[in-house]
């Protein structure tokens, strides 16, 4: 493997719990339905007393909890206890191959393994192998290295995307796997999971592919984080921490040097990407309208060529238009616009899902929706690679029910 450019991804000792109900061990990754703690508590409610991932993971619902550090507590005790009573099976230097049937319908294809936090750094700008997509917001990692700093294991919702339009890395895996390790239905309306463990000839297969996504390229991105980049950023903190307190060759032989993870191809056909819009509350809009005109000379009301801005308030719509835009997105030129006028106005923002829940909070009195294009799949790793990263809340793949289930786990000590 030393000869290979791909130094950051291989296989990965993973843990699998034997003898449970998987429909009640696996739960939604736990950054989904912040706002909606009836959802976890249906989930509790569902796996009751059984071994369960839910007794493992912190919902990030509950990180202001008045209880949090007694909970995560009681979580590395669980973790303690589960692997001292031998409830799970080891794969040692495996890699998994995922079949995901998504809420629509639609089948989404993964590869798990481990990756090296040596080739991962969310600094913008970054030439690792693997890089952030969106900006890394420093204060919402201090209460995830909370939960994983004393944590006996890790339990992966971190995606990571490949740009291979060629379908050269996973799909040969279609139909040529015969270990199944799990086949079941998700709760609460998530889909279907079913997983194989791939041959010694399929995994070597996969290897090789991934060496040819970087041949050729001075600086590879060969990953982008498509999803759970604050849980990443988090993992790759707690392990420069123990290379302060241990020196770097010791924290170089620790297995809390690699994460575990899920590889997914970017041109996946059941890959969505959906637009995050702006809805702002308390704005003026022909004030903002004035000054976002002020702010990008050149600049119109009206549909045109370039950047355009649809916008919904209270009995008016109108598109702002920037022609010969520097920024790669949309969503760049509308958020740099942003950062100063909601800083400067005191007005308040929200990031919304969906055409029409933005469009209808937009034309609530006092407010102004402020929707995105979809961004293409083809734009993703070009702007990382020119502009570092993407604006945040540029884009989300898929619907939350769709997001990665926690099934996996890891000795991270």
């Known amino acids: 493997m030393n000869d290979r450019k791909n130094t950051a991804f291989s296989r990965a000792d993973i843990l699998l719990p034997r003898d449970v109900d998987m429909a009640k061990w696996a739960v939604i990754a736990c950054d989904q339905f912040t706002s909606e703690p009836e959802y976890w508590e249906a989930a509790a409610q569902i796996a009751g007393d059984a071994p369960s991932a839910l007794k493992l993971v912190l919902p990030e619902a509950g990180l202001k909890a008045d209880d949090v550090e007694e909970r995560i507590a009681a979580i590395n005790a669980e973790m303690d206890r589960y692997l001292e009573e031998g409830l799970f099976t080891e794969y040692r230097d495996s890699l998994f191959y995922l079949e995901r049937t998504q809420s629509d319908g639609k089948l989404r294809r ?202 919904f308030c209270e009995g008016r719509e109108f598109c702002l238009t920037v022609p010969s835009p520097k920024a790669q997105l949309t969503a760049g030129t509308l958020q740099s616009f942003l950062d100063g006028y909601v800083e400067r106005t005191g007005c308040g923002i929200d990031y919304v899902h969906g055409d029409g829940a933005s469009k209808a909070l937009g034309r609530q009195p006092g407010n102004l929706a402020m929707l995105l294009p979809p961004m293409l799949k083809s734009e993703l790793f070009p702007t990382v690679v020119n502009d570092g990263v993407l604006p945040r809340k540029t884009f989300s793949m898929g619907h939350a029910r769709d997001k990665r289930y926690y099934i996996e786990a890891r000795r991270i000590k």
């Open 110 to 311: 993964g590869i798990i393994g481990k990756i090296d936090l040596e080739c991962y750094d969310y600094t913008p700008g970054s030439k690792s192998l693997i890089r952030a997509t969106e900006g890394t917001v420093l204060e919402r990692i201090p209460p995830r290295v909370r939960v994983r700093k004393n944590a006996s294991l890790e339990l992966p919702h971190v995606m990571l995307l490949i740009d291979d339009p060629a379908k050269t890395v996973i799909e040969p895996l279609i139909g040529h796997c015969s270990e199944v390790l799990y086949d079941f239905d998700l709760m609460l309306g998530g889909g279907h999971a079913k997983a194989y463990r791939l041959s010694e000839s399929l995994a070597e297969g996969v290897m090789k592919a991934l060496d040819a996504l970087c041949a050729g390229a001075e600086d590879p991105l060969l990953f982008a984080v498509g999803d759970g980049n604050h849980s990443l950023a988090t993992a790759k903190t707690c392990y420069e921490e123990l290379k302060a307190r241990v020196g770097a060759e010791a924290a170089a032989q620790s297995p809390a040097r690699y994460a575990l993870v899920e590889v997914v191809n970017l041109h996946d056909d059941a890959l969505g990407f959906e637009p995050i819009h702006r809805v702002l509350f308390g704005v003026d809009v022909d004030d903002l309208a004035e000054a976002f005109l002020e702010y990008y000379p050149g600049s119109y009301i009206g549909r045109g060529e370039g950047h355009v801005v649809e916008c």
